[in-house]
């Protein structure tokens, strides 16, 4: 497998890819641009050129932008009028940039930027799963989303999130987000019948009972200020459904 993606051979694929989007009513324009001047007394690698891949849709929310530069280093941008989500891959191969351009524009579709609320780096969703992962509070709902090993390792020699730091923009894509793995979680707030607030010098918790019967359960380390920013979130919105 190739190691390396060349920038005009990948431009000649995003033409291809460019017929079907434009055919779909997307609006697509794709630019191979020069390095860009490298700044005065820098160290380093001379900046390289790389080429950027421009998506939009009549009715989508944010705009894509993908850039690409030589070796496989994927940016990948969804934009809003006011702010601007970013990831970062890498593509090993011509076909492979294929298929990551086909996933991001079919996330751009469904994605939408929301104002999160990080609560907490240390979330669990029970005594059996030992990943850490991010708990957000969004506009309507809960979301937990898995990080990894690496996180959860870094995660136990750290204090946890920072309250005064925790509001973020975040790519909203609910399909993507639960297909990605099987402990992400999406609670929506109109649903819950129920919900008990715990806090204990270890770990505090969260237990959910849905409207469906669904109960969802979310601990964490009582380091990360979960407890009283769910507290001072979540009653407002849920009044007597909520225990503390």
């Known amino acids: 497998m190739s190691t390396r993606v060349d920038l005009e051979p990948a431009a000649e694929r995003v033409a291809q890819c460019a017929a079907q989007w ?6 697509t324009a794709s630019t191979l641009l020069g390095p860009e001047p490298a700044a005065p ?11 950027v891949v421009e998506v939009t849709g009549p009715d989508w929310k944010v705009g894509l932008v993908v850039d690409l530069s030589p070796g496989g280093r994927v940016r990948i941008g969804f ?22 351009l086909e996933r991001a524009v079919g996330r751009a579709s469904r994605m939408r930027l929301e104002h999160g609320q990080l609560v907490a780096r240390t ?10 992962g991010n708990l957000w509070v969004m506009p309507a709902c809960l979301l937990r989303t898995r990080s990894g090993w690496l996180e959860t390792v870094v995660n136990t020699y750290a204090t946890g999130t920072s309250a005064r730091r925790s509001g973020h923009s ?9 297909s990605a793995h099987r402990t992400n979680k999406i609670i929506p ?25 669904t109960r969802h359960k979310l601990r964490w380390r009582s380091s990360d200020p979960a ?17 503390i």
């Open 123 to 132: 979330c669990t969703t029970g005594r059996l799963d030992w990943v850490h």
């Open 22 to 27: 434009t055919a779909d009513g997307l609006w």
């Open 41 to 51: 007394g820098g160290d380093g690698e001379p900046p390289a050129e790389h080429l």
């Open 79 to 100: 934009v809003s009028e006011t702010d601007a989500v970013w990831e970062r891959r890498r593509v090993r191969s011509l076909d492979a940039w294929d298929a990551m």
């Open 227 to 243: 407890h009283r920013l769910l507290a001072d979130r979540l009653l407002p919105v849920l009044g007597p459904r909520l225990t």
């Open 170 to 178: 975040v790519g909203y894509d609910p399909a993507a987000i639960l």
């Open 189 to 213: 707030f109109r649903d819950i019948v129920h919900a008990r607030l715990r806090r204990g010098i270890a770990t505090s918790s969260l237990t959910v009972q849905m409207a469906d019967g």
